[in-house]
């Protein structure tokens, strides 16, 4: 399963972590859930994501573009946005 963080508002997620999966995020999350108290399922609005892969699905989702948007320059917790310019459907 492949999912990519979209959006985040919550302090400790920053521009470099917008992009990433959850894979490559997990143990980050671990340490500010500890270290903030951010809900680690983004209950809440800390963050969204989507899903580019899983099982279920017929074609994965390729992102071959995007570029990286900030929403708000808080000093706290600065929004950032994924948007994604060129995509394709890859049949599995």
């Not at 997990?26 to 099982?55: Q, R, S, V």
């Amino acid at each position: 399963m492949l999912v990519l963080f979209f959006f985040f508002f919550f302090e400790g997620l920053k521009k470099e972590h917008v992009g990433k999966s959850i894979k490559e995020m997990y143990e980050y999350l671990k340490m500010i859930n500890e270290k903030y108290g951010l809900n680690i399922c983004g209950e809440g609005g800390e963050y969204e994501t989507a899903t580019l892969d899983c099982p279920l699905f017929k074609h994965k989702i390729i992102i071959e573009d995007y570029e990286i948007i900030q929403h708000t320059d808080d000093l706290v917790s600065p929004v950032f946005l994924f948007k994604p310019l060129k995509w394709k459907l890859e049949k599995k």
